[in-house]
């Protein structure tokens, strides 16, 4: 039998109790739907949740669980799945003899212990990636059943999995809910889904401190830093992917993301692992702020913007017609950027060319590779198209310095394009 303190509190027809439970307790004792004997055979309509996704359980959230000394999870809901007639919650307030303050009094009526007989069956509601994930962290690889695997093999990151019994004592917090009433149930774990709204990329990029460009992104536009607003208008939009035609602003905070990525693409980072290298960290920001400190003082048209912006005027005739106004553009010239690098070519170099590029969205050379060629036309933001269109500008810019396969990939990008086995390579600009 397991004792546990709890508070119970009731929501619409539902009652439920809030408790906590050592991790190593709690991995004992609640287990994964997919896990249930009778699992296999349940009709869509009986199966209360989806099968969890493994790969990311041991990829994404075993290293965080493990590594981030400042880990944190959200309550798991607990489905009381059957022996919910053998529970027992006793208020604190039977073994208070003595008056009380009446303040005290109401509040121990929902406070007290629920008594687990043993026999019931605990499965995990809402949260079976975390548990699993939890479960996983403190057994290793052995924690790994025939039911979470299905028709699939172990894979080498699933092998790696050590145990780390120094977790077992975690607290976890936990919401127990009667699970009787399938219908119920399934509907419960709809909602709590539904309704659970997810950050969007942006926001996760303002807020992630254990992604290096995330923290990349978020330094240039720092005070004092390369895109710093000017006056009161911002150059980058850190709440949305886009840009209105309306809008003041240069680039999102999603293509700076992309953009960090892409210039630091041979350095083995990922956005899981934090590298411990603080002058790599460095030199790759500064290669950030030299990408956009080339651009904005090298091209004619980020010069045009930014002195409409120190003025406060509006820059949507900029924007109308020209592909520098857009982020995905900008994520594009990443890989030009890279491509220099490899090449052994300054980038300050490669700006002047692009500066003789012509960029309007009119311009036929980037249908279906950057732009949409309909009547209203719009960017092609797909991350194959920015990278083929990246090869693309970088061909025109130092064609002279590829060699025959990458001149071959330029030449496909083309005739893909124009859907045209004839169409022949943009001129070289000197």
């Given at each position: 039998?397991?004792?546990?303190?709890?508070?119970?509190?009731?929501?619409?027809?539902?009652?439920?109790?809030?408790?906590?439970?050592?991790?190593e307790?709690?991995?004992?004792?609640?287990?994964?739907?997919?896990?249930?004997?009778e699992?296999?055979?349940?009709?869509?309509?009986?199966?209360?949740?989806?099968?969890?996704?493994l790969?990311?359980?041991?990829?994404?959230?075993?290293?965080?669980?493990i590594?981030?000394?400042?880990?944190?999870?959200?309550?798991?809901?607990?489905?009381?799945?059957?022996?919910y007639?053998?529970?027992?919650?006793?208020p604190?307030?039977?073994?208070?003899?003595?008056?009380?303050n009446?303040?005290?009094?109401?509040?121990?009526e929902?406070?007290?212990?629920?008594?687990?007989?043993?026999?019931?069956?605990?499965?995990?509601l809402?949260?079976?990636?975390?548990?699993?994930?939890?479960?996983?962290?403190?057994?290793?690889?052995?924690?790994?059943?025939?039911?979470?695997?299905?028709?699939?093999?172990?894979?080498?990151?699933m092998?790696?999995?050590?145990?780390?019994?120094?977790?077992?004592?975690?607290?976890?917090?936990?919401?127990?809910?009667?699970?009787?009433?399938?219908?119920?149930?399934?509907?419960?774990?709809?909602?709590?889904?539904?309704?659970?709204?997810?950050?969007?990329?942006?926001?996760?990029?303002?807020?992630?401190?254990?992604?290096i460009?995330?923290?990349?992104?978020?330094?240039?536009?720092?005070?004092?830093?390369?895109?710093?607003?000017?006056?009161?208008?911002?150059?980058?939009?850190?709440?949305?992917?886009?840009?209105?035609?309306?809008?003041?602003?240069?680039?999102?905070?999603?293509?700076?993301?992309?953009?960090?990525?892409?210039?630091?693409?041979?350095?083995?980072?990922?956005?899981?692992?934090?590298?411990?290298n603080?002058?790599?960290?460095?030199?790759?920001?500064?290669?950030?702020?030299?990408?956009?400190?080339?651009?904005l003082?090298?091209?004619?048209?980020?010069?045009?913007y930014?002195?409409?912006?120190?003025?406060?005027?509006?820059?949507?005739?900029?924007?109308d017609?020209?592909?520098?106004?857009?982020?995905?553009?900008h994520?594009?010239?990443?890989?030009?950027?890279y491509?220099?690098?490899?090449k052994?070519?300054?980038?300050?170099?490669?700006?002047?060319?692009?500066?003789?590029?012509?960029?309007?969205?009119?311009?036929?050379?980037?249908?279906?590779?950057?732009?949409v060629?309909?009547?209203?036309k719009?960017?092609?933001?797909?991350?194959?198209?920015?990278?083929?269109?990246?090869?693309?500008?970088?061909?025109?810019?130092?064609g002279?310095r590829m060699?025959?396969?990458?001149?071959?990939?330029?030449?496909?990008?083309?005739?893909?394009?124009t859907?045209?086995?004839k169409?022949?390579?943009?001129?070289?600009?000197?």
């Amino acid at each position: 039998m397991k004792t546990i303190w709890a508070q119970k509190a009731r929501i619409g027809s539902t009652d439920y109790y809030i408790a906590k439970m050592e991790l190593e307790e709690l991995v004992n004792s609640v287990g994964l739907a997919i896990e249930l004997p009778e699992w296999k055979d349940m009709t869509p309509d009986e199966k209360m949740q989806r099968e969890p996704d493994l790969n990311r359980v041991v990829n994404e959230i075993c290293p965080y669980f493990i590594e981030d000394p400042d880990r944190f999870f959200g309550s798991l809901i607990i489905d009381i799945y059957s022996g919910y007639e053998n529970m027992r919650f006793d208020p604190i307030s039977k073994y208070v003899k003595d008056d009380v303050n009446f303040t005290y009094e109401v509040a121990m009526e929902d406070a007290g212990f629920l008594a687990l007989p043993g026999k019931e069956r605990l499965i995990a509601l809402d949260g079976q990636h975390r548990l699993l994930a939890m479960k996983l962290c403190l057994k290793g690889n052995s924690a790994i059943s025939a039911a979470m695997l299905g028709n699939k093999k172990m894979t080498p990151q699933m092998m790696a999995l050590e145990p780390h019994p120094e977790l077992a004592d975690e607290e976890i917090s936990v919401i127990f809910v009667e699970g009787k009433d399938a219908l119920k149930i399934r509907k419960i774990f709809n909602k709590v889904n539904k309704y659970a709204r997810q950050t969007g990329r942006g926001q996760n990029i303002i807020t992630a401190d254990d992604d290096i460009f995330a923290i990349i992104s978020r330094r240039l536009f720092s005070k004092g830093q390369i895109l710093e607003k000017i006056g009161k208008n911002e150059l980058v939009n850190w709440s949305s992917n886009t840009l209105s035609q309306r809008s003041k602003q240069l680039t999102t905070v999603s293509a700076l993301y992309t953009i960090a990525e892409t210039l630091a693409k041979d350095r083995g980072w990922t956005s899981k692992t934090m590298p411990d290298n603080e002058d790599e960290i460095n030199e790759v920001y500064e290669e950030n702020v030299e990408f956009w400190k080339a651009l904005l003082e090298g091209m004619d048209m980020y010069k045009k913007y930014l002195e409409l912006t120190k003025e406060d005027k509006p820059v949507s005739q900029l924007r109308d017609d020209n592909l520098l106004m857009k982020p995905v553009t900008h994520m594009a010239l990443a890989h030009v950027a890279y491509y220099a690098k490899q090449k052994g070519i300054g980038w300050s170099t490669v700006v002047d060319k692009l500066n003789k590029v012509k960029w309007s969205m009119d311009n036929s050379l980037w249908f279906n590779i950057l732009v949409v060629p309909a009547k209203k036309k719009k960017v092609i933001t797909g991350k194959e198209s920015i990278k083929a269109a990246g090869l693309v500008i970088s061909y025109m810019v130092m064609g002279e310095r590829m060699n025959e396969d990458e001149v071959a990939d330029v030449r496909e990008i083309i005739r893909n394009a124009t859907n045209d086995e004839k169409d022949e390579l943009p001129p070289i600009i000197d």
